[in-house]
């Protein structure tokens, strides 16, 4: 199925469902592209509250066998768009007196599950690890204005993307599903800068340490 149909057929399952929703190509490597993306949110829905940053570009490469320009493409895409998009948002959310920016990470950032990740995961770890700097940087500064900003770690999570890696036939058991994320990204969406910002929180802590 190309991306075109996936979005079309997420599309018509939201609407199906009583939401409203639209589809919108975006490079998210590409300043343009990002401002585009949320001049056509505001413009279809008048408002924007919540930013959720989880597209991430293929990153997976040993350090002997990458190069400057897989490196630097891995920057472009899940480092620099946290930036452009968090500067693109911020008047929108203002405007309505707030909001709340989810950044999806991994427990790959941290430096105790280095023992743990499998071989090629360098510049994934990185870029992870800038995601959750940045946003417990963002936070203050985010603060008074009323935008919340908090980095979520979903655990080992069974997608398009981890199937293409690992084959259909890997043990996928213990491997958490997209839908079992929702209700903890859901929580963070409706947080605001003064109850709860700049926090890296896990999926599985949900209910529990956090909440």
């Given at each position: 199925?190309?991306?075109?149909?996936?979005?079309?057929?997420?599309?018509?399952?939201?609407?199906?469902?009583?939401?409203?929703?639209?589809?919108?190509?975006?490079?998210?490597?590409?300043?343009?592209?990002?401002?585009?993306?949320?001049?056509?949110?505001?413009?279809?829905?008048?408002?924007?509250?919540?930013?959720?940053?989880?597209?991430?570009?293929?990153?997976?490469?040993?350090l002997a066998d990458s190069t400057v320009g897989e490196w630097d493409e891995s920057m472009r895409v899940n480092v620099r768009s946290l930036y452009v998009f968090t500067k693109a948002v911020t008047p929108h959310m203002v405007a309505v007196g707030g909001g709340s920016i989810v950044n999806m990470s991994s427990h790959g950032a941290a430096h105790e599950t280095t023992p743990f990740m499998p071989p090629g995961y360098l510049v994934y770890s990185v870029a992870k690890a800038a995601l959750e700097r940045f946003s417990s940087a963002a936070a203050p500064e985010l603060a008074p204005l009323g935008i919340a900003i908090n980095a979520l770690r979903p655990g080992a999570v069974k997608t398009e993307m981890?199937?293409?890696?690992?084959?259909?036939d890997h043990d996928w058991s213990g491997w958490n599903t997209p839908e079992s994320v929702v209700p903890a990204a859901a929580a963070l969406a409706v947080k605001r800068?003064?109850?709860?910002?700049?926090?890296?929180?896990?999926?599985?802590?949900?209910?529990?340490?956090?909440e």
């Open positions: 199925m190309t991306s075109r149909a996936r979005s079309t057929t997420t599309v018509r399952a939201i609407e199906d469902a009583g939401g409203a929703a639209i589809a919108v190509r975006c490079d998210i490597g590409d300043e343009d592209d990002i401002h585009h993306l949320v001049d056509a949110t505001v413009a279809q829905f008048g408002r924007l509250d919540v930013l959720l940053n989880n597209a991430m570009s293929p990153t997976q490469a040993l981890t199937t293409l890696e690992y084959g259909e800068a003064g109850e709860f910002t700049g926090r890296i929180v896990d999926v599985a802590g949900y209910g529990k340490s956090w």
